[in-house]
């Protein structure tokens, strides 16, 4: 007979987002007369950017003309959008990275995900807690985490970084040495950053100790703060330590469009052998390039038009935390992030776990967030709210929120 991935079976309960459409869906259908106000899901609400739909439809045009149809795209993406992204993401920023060090895909929960199976079965991985769930579950899948314990709701063999209100969110070195450290900056879900100091004592420890940052920069458009990089190679020294991972998903509404890359400076080695090829690898075997239409759809988001009109869409997001951040603030919330993120982090009431608040909101305020200990153990006791709605509802949510307050 044959047998399973066990490692699939270790991974604990059903999704959180499932979980919470769950319960949604039961209010709703016991309560018609009400209107649920959802700032749970990361998910974009703005339409794409008319620049960059423009760019869609000539190329769309284009694969309807035998003259200039597209065919496979090349597996790390075309020189255009490479060149574009290093000349523009990198260069510009005093980055020394160049275009064959990019490679194209089709976002950065897969890339995030798939990373893992270029190092050896037996690292050790660390990440900070809480984190976005997929660098654990994708180590949970490879057999590297050990055993889930259901009390603690932590994995014996992965270190726990806690980023919490008592350490303003700034993880501590590990007591023991990783192989693999995750670090999503802004962080998804409390919305906080680290400084240049405080990125650079993690790239020199990296170096140190021998380590790779795995270094999520999906968050990178909401950066508003001058002392937060926008790039993990910012840093002198992350070219011998660092893979940083970029989407277009929050900066140019391409969730759905699916989009993304993954840095790999060829600096970065185990002996003679370079990350770099391994990936390169990886890469050609198991990924066969992403669209022609979608990559110069990505070309328009470095246009002037693109950049302008996606820095509004950036801008509008961006409100919405503000109103979230002010509003809950003025209501007396302990409340985090939203500064260089749309993610707005909030402490729950006194007495209160995190889903006690989620149901409490859900009911008394008819709003939806996330409770924060879907996100790893130090997540309990805090709650998400994102800034991705409208404007409308994020102030009618935020005003509901305060009357609940009286
Ligand atoms: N990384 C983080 C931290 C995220 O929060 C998300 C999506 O919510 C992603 C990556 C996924 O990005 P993409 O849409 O490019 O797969």
Redesign the pocket.
Same mark, same amino acid.
């Given at each position: 007979m044959f047998q399973v991935n066990k490692n699939y079976l270790k991974l604990p309960g059903s999704y959180l987002f499932s979980t919470i459409a769950k319960k949604v869906n039961a209010y709703t259908e016991a309560n018609t007369d009400r209107t649920i106000i959802r700032l749970g899901i $990361? @998910?974009v609400t703005q339409p794409i950017a008319p620049a960059i739909i423009k760019a869609m439809h000539e190329a769309v045009d284009e694969m309807g003309n035998a003259a200039t149809f597209h065919g496979y795209a090349p597996d790390l993406g075309y020189a255009f959008l490479r060149e574009e992204i290093a000349k523009q993401d990198y260069q510009a920023r005093g980055c020394e990275i160049s275009a064959d060090e990019i490679f194209v895909? @089709? $976002? %950065? #929960?897969? @890339?995030?995900g798939n990373i893992q199976e270029i190092f050896a079965a037996d690292s050790k991985i660390a990440v900070c807690d809480p984190? +976005?769930p997929?660098y654990v579950d994708s180590n949970v899948m490879a057999g590297r985490t050990g055993e889930y314990d259901e009390e603690s709701g932590t994995w014996s063999n992965v270190i726990y970084m806690p980023c919490t209100a008592e350490n303003q969110f700034v993880p501590e070195l590990p007591k023991e040495t990783p192989d693999l450290i995750y670090l999503?900056i802004p /962080? /998804?879900?409390t919305g906080t950053t680290l400084t240049r100091e405080q990125l650079k004592i993690w790239v020199d420890y990296a170096n140190r100790v021998g380590a790779v940052i795995l270094y @999520?920069a %999906? +968050?990178e458009a909401y950066i508003t703060e001058e002392n937060v990089p926008h790039s993990i190679y910012e840093i002198e020294g992350a070219r011998t330590c660092a893979i940083e =991972? &970029?989407? +277009?998903? #929050?900066n140019a509404g =391409?969730?759905g469009v &699916?989009? $993304?890359f993954t840095v790999v400076p060829k600096d970065l080695k185990c002996g003679d052998v370079t990350v770099h090829s391994l990936w390169a690898r990886r890469h050609g075997t198991k990924f066969n390039g992403a669209p022609y239409v979608t990559q110069k759809a990505a070309m328009a988001v470095y246009s002037q038009e693109g950049k302008a009109e996606i820095k509004e869409q950036v801008a509008y997001y961006m409100r919405n935390a503000k109103a979230i951040y002010d509003g809950l603030k003025e209501a007396g919330y302990q409340v985090y992030g939203a500064v260089n993120s749309p993610y707005a982090w909030l402490k729950v009431p006194e007495g209160m776990t995190s889903w006690d608040f989620f149901d409490y909101l859900l009911e008394e305020a008819n709003v939806v967030g996330t409770p924060g200990s879907g996100f790893g153990p130090s997540g309990e006791g805090y709650f998400r709210l994102t800034g991705f709605g409208t404007y409308e509802n994020t102030v009618m949510a935020v005003e509901r929120m305060k009357a609940l307050k009286k």
């Open positions: $990361g @998910d895909s @089709d $976002g %950065a #929960k897969c @890339d995030c984190v +976005y997929v999503c /962080n /998804n879900p @999520d %999906a +968050y =991972f &970029r989407s +277009y998903s #929050k =391409f969730t &699916r989009l $993304g």
